[in-house]
């Protein structure tokens, strides 16, 4: 996928920096590692729609946070995965960090109230509109 090549290329650049100007300069964020997750915005009569697609993620490591402004942030994290052979004496690792996404929705969005449904990895995310807002 063209946007994980992107990213990471843009990683690739900042440690870069990092390693001429010190690290300080340029703070890294909590979702450096994180992948773009693919999603859909819709529009109903009643609700906004999203649905994003996270596969491989288990329905306990997603996390909704809402922001400032109406934003609304979908993380889901799998933690990494560590096993040994006792005997090679070997370790084999997994590293996954996973997928991210902020939505920026319209003023008249109840994030208050939003719904949501996770089966086969897709999250289906329902957003009712506020009535009260014009």
Not at 22 to 46: H, I, K, L, Y
Not at 51 to 61: A, D, F, R, W, Y
Request: glycine share 4%; aromatic share 12%.
């Amino acid at each position: 996928m063209w946007e994980d090549q992107f990213w990471h290329e843009m990683r690739r650049i900042r440690k870069v920096i990092d390693l001429a100007f010190g690290s300080d300069d340029f703070p890294q964020s909590d979702v450096d590692n994180f992948r773009f997750a693919r999603a859909c915005f819709e529009e109903e009569n009643n609700d906004y729609i999203i649905t994003v697609e996270i596969p491989g993620i288990k329905k306990e490591e997603i996390r909704l946070e809402t922001g400032e402004n109406n934003e609304l942030i979908v993380k889901a994290e799998r933690k990494q995965e560590i096993k040994k052979d006792t005997e090679k004496n070997r370790y084999h690792s997994r590293q996954y960090a996973g997928f991210y996404r902020l939505f920026k929705l319209p003023d008249d969005a109840d994030m208050e109230n939003l719904d949501t449904l996770y089966e086969d990895g897709v999250l289906k995310i329902s957003i009712p509109k506020n009535k009260e807002i014009v």
